[in-house]
């Protein structure tokens, strides 16, 4: 005999009757990975983390998340070549997010409105010299000061920035961001000292009353090919032009300027002697274009204000006002090999642009300080082999961009802070990485990326305004929600939407939790987190 029916009295879409927590043989787990922008960044910088500020609409707050590891982002968001949006997932559906653009209008923002960083730390009785106020120093200036100490920058130039003022031209950097960057930093208690050359460490170091000190001198010196050269006064090394223009001083170059290297260096040399009234810039190059070490946009954007490119040529002499230019070729091995076959090219003037090496005569009476081949040998936290000198930047082994000498300030600065309290220097976090596979990229719109805009090509060789703008307050907002926040949760409710048990919760202030009475397991949540934010574990029983 069959019973009588009973009536379901559970509300419609509730599973809470039925505990299914206890089919479950694997778990939903919260995960936060490291985004490749992130990890792709020399500097160190949270970019997932202050585009998720500037996304909504938080401006200051994400200006300060950048300024916990970089205290130059008007600097970065213009001479920073952007590895972060090389490692971007977002290029896998469309194109990588502008965040190099994001991160100057939020530095403009901030430059605009004031904004400053005070130093909440009481000051500390140690005094520390840094030596050089190029981005490095600034960095490592920077931390150390907001950590309390008592901060002495020394610079041998009349002016601070280093190779940001003396080594990159106005049209990429213009001069007032720079000053205004290095007078925040200043403005925080930072005591800078111009026309000051440290000549001997070991003796300022002593005589200062310092505990420790920070070498981040540069690479300041042009290399010298040993080009015959029978009219010396017309060669000059870009270093040398480049430092006229830092110091408003350019150096007459002439109407037909020939530029031998194939560096960024080179290319700024070759489109800033047009802005100083060379008719024809030439740049000459032993290899290929493909094999130029000279960033794509450089490149393309010297050649679109009339840079003319002579690859795979040599300088071989200088004759009175001819240049001896040889034709190379590669052979079968792809050996690169002069051909014997010669021409001559007038020239005005020849800029040397072949590599730069720093000055560390500084440290011939500093025992246990290691220089081999012009640079000065540090562990991964900027130490030397001498207890409390550290080094960073051009003067050291690694990549040579700005971001790359932000971040080695950043970490000589941490490992100085922790010789000086007698601990250990932190440890970076390790995650695992947010690779593309773990997306799911059709639930994010076509967005196309937000397009600085140019000064037009035809103005640009005639003053040194900045050639790239920036964004506007909507653009900016519009390509921070370009983000995907890979591997991060972005409260979006995918997971709580889907779930067939109603395990998951949402919480106070943001963010979810399992209810393990109910999650059966199934992993539909997993499988349906935009981010991959969200991994499936086996159970421990």
């Given at each position: 005999?069959?019973?009588?029916?009973?009536?379901?009295?559970?509300?419609?879409?509730?599973?809470?009757?039925n505990?299914?927590?206890?089919?479950r043989?694997d778990?939903?787990?919260?995960?936060?990975?490291?985004?490749?922008?992130?990890?792709?960044?020399?500097?160190?910088?949270?970019?997932?983390?202050w585009l998720?500020?500037?996304?909504?609409?938080?401006?200051?707050g994400?200006?300060?998340?950048?300024?916990?590891?970089?205290?130059?982002?008007?600097?970065?968001g213009?001479?920073?070549f952007?590895?972060?949006?090389t490692a971007?997932n977002?290029?896998?559906?469309?194109?990588?997010?502008?965040?190099n653009?994001?991160?100057?209008?939020?530095?403009?923002?901030a430059?605009t409105?004031?904004?400053?960083?005070?130093?909440s730390?009481?000051?500390?009785?140690?005094?520390v010299?840094?030596?050089g106020?190029?981005?490095?120093?600034?960095?490592a200036a920077y931390?150390?000061?907001?950590?309390?100490y008592?901060?002495?920058?020394?610079?041998?130039a009349?002016?601070?920035g280093g190779m940001?003022?003396?080594?990159?031209p106005?049209?990429?950097?213009?001069?007032?961001v720079?000053?205004?960057?290095v007078?925040?930093?200043?403005?925080?208690?930072?005591e800078?000292?111009?026309?000051?050359r440290?000549?001997d460490?070991a003796?300022?170091?002593?005589e200062g009353?310092y505990?420790?000190?920070?070498?981040?001198?540069?690479?300041?010196?042009?290399?010298?090919?040993?080009?015959?050269?029978?009219?010396?006064?017309r060669?000059?090394d870009?270093v040398?032009?480049?430092?006229?223009?830092?110091?408003?001083?350019?150096v007459?170059?002439?109407?037909?300027?020939?530029?031998?290297?194939?560096?960024d260096?080179?290319i700024?040399?070759?489109r800033?002697?047009q802005?100083?009234?060379?008719?024809?810039?030439i740049?000459v190059?032993?290899?290929?274009?493909d094999?130029?070490p000279?960033?794509?946009?450089?490149?393309?954007?010297?050649?679109?204000?009339?840079?003319?490119?002579?690859?795979?040529?040599?300088?071989?002499?200088v004759e009175g006002?001819?240049?001896q230019?040889?034709?190379?070729?590669?052979?079968?091995?792809?050996?690169?090999?002069?051909?014997?076959?010669?021409?001559?090219?007038?020239?005005?003037?020849?800029v040397?642009?072949?590599?730069?090496?720093a000055?560390?005569?500084l440290?011939d009476h500093a025992?246990?300080?290691v220089a081999a081949?012009?640079l000065?040998?540090?562990?991964?936290r900027?130490?030397t082999?001498?207890?409390?000198?550290?080094?960073?930047?051009?003067?050291?082994e690694?990549?040579r961009?700005?971001?790359q000498a932000v971040?080695?300030g950043?970490?000589?600065?941490?490992a100085?802070d922790?010789?000086l309290?007698?601990?250990?220097?932190?440890?970076?976090?390790q995650?695992p990485?947010?690779?593309?596979d773990r997306l799911n990229?059709?639930?994010?719109?076509d967005?196309?990326?937000m397009?600085?805009?140019?000064?037009e090509?035809?103005?640009r060789?005639?003053?040194?305004?900045?050639?790239?703008?920036?964004?506007?307050?909507?653009e900016a907002g519009?390509?921070s929600?370009?983000c995907?926040?890979?591997g991060?949760?972005?409260?979006?409710d995918?997971?709580?939407?889907?779930c067939p048990d109603?395990?998951?919760r949402?919480?106070e202030?943001?963010?979810?939790?399992?209810d393990?009475d109910?999650?059966?397991?199934?992993?539909?949540?997993?499988?349906?987190?935009?981010c991959?934010?969200?991994?499936?574990?086996?159970?421990r029983?």
């Amino acid at each position: 005999m069959r019973g009588k029916p009973f009536a379901i009295t559970l509300d419609v879409g509730s599973s809470l009757a039925n505990k299914t927590g206890a089919w479950r043989v694997d778990r939903p787990v919260y995960v936060e990975r490291l985004a490749p922008c992130g990890n792709a960044c020399p500097a160190g910088e949270d970019v997932q983390g202050w585009l998720f500020l500037a996304e909504a609409g938080d401006l200051e707050g994400a200006w300060r998340r950048i300024m916990e590891v970089n205290p130059l982002p008007g600097v970065m968001g213009r001479a920073c070549f952007r590895t972060c949006e090389t490692a971007c997932n977002r290029a896998q559906i469309d194109e990588a997010v502008g965040i190099n653009a994001v991160e100057r209008h939020l530095a403009d923002v901030a430059l605009t409105a004031g904004w400053t960083v005070p130093v909440s730390e009481p000051t500390r009785p140690e005094r520390v010299l840094v030596v050089g106020a190029g981005p490095a120093g600034l960095s490592a200036a920077y931390q150390l000061r907001r950590r309390g100490y008592q901060v002495t920058i020394c610079d041998a130039a009349e002016r601070p920035g280093g190779m940001l003022r003396y080594g990159i031209p106005a049209y990429r950097l213009p001069r007032e961001v720079v000053d205004a960057e290095v007078a925040r930093i200043v403005a925080m208690g930072c005591e800078l000292q111009l026309n000051h050359r440290v000549q001997d460490l070991a003796a300022e170091m002593e005589e200062g009353g310092y505990d420790a000190c920070f070498v981040a001198v540069g690479a300041e010196r042009g290399r010298n090919p040993e080009i015959p050269a029978g009219d010396a006064s017309r060669v000059v090394d870009a270093v040398t032009v480049l430092h006229g223009l830092g110091d408003d001083e350019p150096v007459a170059l002439g109407r037909r300027v020939v530029v031998y290297g194939g560096g960024d260096t080179a290319i700024d040399a070759a489109r800033s002697a047009q802005r100083l009234g060379a008719t024809e810039a030439i740049l000459v190059y032993r290899r290929t274009r493909d094999k130029m070490p000279a960033h794509e946009e450089e490149v393309e954007d010297a050649l679109a204000e009339g840079v003319q490119m002579r690859w795979l040529s040599t300088v071989a002499g200088v004759e009175g006002e001819q240049l001896q230019i040889e034709q190379m070729a590669l052979d079968a091995n792809g050996q690169l090999v002069g051909t014997g076959v010669f021409e001559a090219l007038p020239a005005d003037a020849l800029v040397l642009a072949l590599g730069q090496e720093a000055d560390l005569s500084l440290l011939d009476h500093a025992d246990g300080v290691v220089a081999a081949q012009g640079l000065i040998e540090v562990d991964d936290r900027g130490r030397t082999g001498r207890a409390g000198i550290y080094a960073g930047g051009d003067a050291t082994e690694g990549n040579r961009t700005v971001t790359q000498a932000v971040g080695d300030g950043r970490r000589a600065a941490e490992a100085i802070d922790a010789y000086l309290r007698g601990a250990e220097p932190p440890v970076d976090e390790q995650r695992p990485l947010a690779t593309f596979d773990r997306l799911n990229p059709w639930y994010y719109d076509d967005a196309p990326r937000m397009v600085r805009p140019r000064l037009e090509a035809a103005r640009r060789t005639t003053s040194f305004d900045e050639v790239v703008g920036g964004l506007t307050d909507d653009e900016a907002g519009f390509e921070s929600r370009r983000c995907l926040s890979c591997g991060n949760c972005f409260s979006c409710d995918n997971c709580f939407g889907v779930c067939p048990d109603n395990a998951v919760r949402k919480l106070e202030g943001g963010g979810y939790e399992i209810d393990l009475d109910y999650c059966k397991g199934c992993g539909l949540c997993v499988a349906e987190c935009p981010c991959g934010a969200i991994d499936l574990v086996p159970e421990r029983r």
